[in-house]
Nanobody
Framework: QVQLVESGGGLVQAGGSLRLSCAASGRTFSTYAMAWFRQAPGKERQFVAAVSWRGGGGSTYYADSVKGRFTISRDNARNTVYLQMNSLKPEDTAVYYC????????????????WGQGTQVTVSS
């Protein structure tokens, strides 16, 4: 069982930055691929970014819409994954969810094993 707790959301102006954090419970954090998804009102949950488990070399993956602006990273010693979001746009406004899946990176939200409760990010124009 893995419990995920996100923090760092808030209100920011377009062009600004935020850093989301996700703290995970358990002693097997390094064996989980970690990801961020987001869900805007009236829309489906969508993939944002992922980082592979330690055996996968820590490879990172991004949705085209955030590539070059967002950076995902993980600190296995702290059981924490981060999402640095720069050059934010109003269309980035959504609830952001941290996700964990054993070993392999999963891009389909319907297949994710563990979810956090979500944190709201609002970007004003």
């Amino acid at each position: 069982q893995v419990q995920l707790v996100e923090s760092g959301g808030g209100l920011v102006q377009a062009g600004g930055s935020l850093r989301l954090s996700c703290a995970a419970s358990g002693r097997t954090f390094s064996t989980y691929a970690m990801a961020w998804f987001r869900q805007a009102p009236g829309k489906e949950r969508q993939f944002v970014a992922a980082v592979s488990w330690r055996g996968g070399g820590g490879s990172t993956y991004y949705a085209d819409s955030v590539k070059g602006r967002f950076t995902i990273s993980r600190d296995n010693a702290r059981n924490t994954v981060y999402l640095q979001m720069n050059s934010l746009k109003p269309e980035d406004t959504a609830v952001y969810y941290c996700a964990a899946h054993p070993f392999g990176v999963v891009f389909d939200p319907g297949s994710i094993e563990y979810w956090g409760q979500g944190t709201q990010v609002t970007v004003s124009s």
